[in-house]
T-cell receptor, first 113, second 112 residues
């Protein structure tokens, strides 16, 4: 199957700093990628749809200025958590579709101190 | 938007027994229903999926059924093994844009 890779897998940062998470489709091109957030023992909540070459589409309740998404190429989407706070600590997962199936990245666990 | 409900939230079964997880969806336009298995701290893995033109699909010990009229679908795991212990999520998609709506998840524990 297709491979979606995320980096970093774990990141710890101080409050007020910004953190960038990368999502790459390694062996296929993805014009659309999706970013999810998952709290412990909870389901995946769609945050936004990342569109190559255009603005991301955010789900209701997700702050655009807080979670910056850039999809500059057909294989890379980035999520930047700006001015991070402890409540932003979570598991962030990206996904991309290929051949009729959705593939997920490994996930990135963000801890904000 | 699509609303997916999943039950039960936790399920404990004896090794060798069957496990059944049920989901309902709200959008009659949904036409793709995948099931994912997620182990702690790892990414969701697709284990089986079904499309709206099919009523049942089976892959070894795993099967999924779909009732479009009632708008519900179920996951059946037979002859459960300890390695089946994980969190299982159902999902639904209203169209081919892969904008998944996930159920709340079911934590399955298989007792040896």
């Amino acid at each position: 199957g297709a491979v979606v890779s995320q980096h970093p897998s774990r990141v710890i940062c101080k409050s007020g700093t910004s953190v960038k998470i990368e999502c790459r489709s390694l062996d296929f091109q993805a014009t659309t990628m999706f970013w999810y957030r998952q709290f412990p023992k909870k389901s995946l909540m769609l945050m936004a749809t990342s569109n190559e070459g255009s603005k991301a589409t955010y789900e209701q309740g997700v702050e655009k200025d807080k979670f910056l998404i850039n999809h500059a190429s057909l294989t890379l989407s980035t999520l930047t958590v700006t001015s991070a706070h402890p409540e932003d600590s979570s598991f962030y997962i990206c996904s991309a579709s290929h051949g009729g199936e959705l593939f997920f990245g490994e996930g990135s666990r963000l801890t904000v101190l | 938007g699509e609303n997916v409900e999943q039950h039960p939230s936790t399920l404990s079964v004896q090794e060798g027994d069957s496990a059944v997880i049920k989901c309902t969806y709200s959008d009659s336009a949904s036409n793709y229903f995948p099931w994912y298995k997620q182990e702690l701290g790892k990414r969701p893995q697709l284990i089986i999926d079904i499309r709206s033109n099919v009523g049942e699909k089976k892959d070894q010990r795993i099967a999924v059924t779909l009732n479009k009229t009632a708008k519900h679908f179920s996951l059946h795991i037979t002859e459960t093994q300890p390695e089946d212990s994980a969190v299982y999520f159902c999902a639904a998609i209203p169209s081919n844009d892969y904008k998944l709506s996930f159920g709340a998840g079911t934590t399955v524990t298989v007792r040896a």
